[in-house]
């Protein structure tokens, strides 16, 4: 079995920037895709990245490239969202997914509780 935990949401201005953490634990995810899916309130989650196992790969939902990066640290067993020029539009609840396969969509096998950011205008 694999825990997710997010953390580093809050409250920011348009236009800050926020880290965004998903550190793992129970077996290690090294192997495994990990992927940010959002949901904004009143809306279905949504894909905002995913990156492979190696890193190699990445993947971005149009409304957030060139504003977000996902990486990854293997040695430390955790996935990063870096979220730049944030816009009030980009307010949801976050969560972390990891799974075997690489994948665009919802079918990850793993999910962590989520964490909060709230982008005020």
């Known amino acids: 079995q694999v825990q997710l935990a997010e953390s580093g949401g809050g409250l920011v201005q348009a236009g800050d920037s926020l880290r965004l953490s998903c550190a793992a634990s129970?077996?290690?995810?090294?192997?495994?895709?990990m992927a940010w899916f959002r949901q904004a309130p009143g809306k279905e989650r949504e894909f905002v990245s995913a990156?492979?196992?190696?890193?190699?790969?990445?993947d971005y939902a149009d409304s957030v490239k060139g504003r977000f990066t996902i990486s990854r640290a293997g040695s430390e067993n955790t996935v990063y969202l870096q979220m730049n020029s944030l816009k009030p539009e980009d307010t949801a609840v976050y969560y972390c997914a990891a799974g075997g396969a690489y994948s665009l969509i919802q079918d990850y096998d793993y999910w962590g509780q989520g964490t909060q950011v709230t982008v005020s205008s």
């Open positions: 129970g077996r290690t995810v090294r192997a495994y895709a």
């Open positions: 990156i492979n196992w190696s890193g190699g790969r990445t």
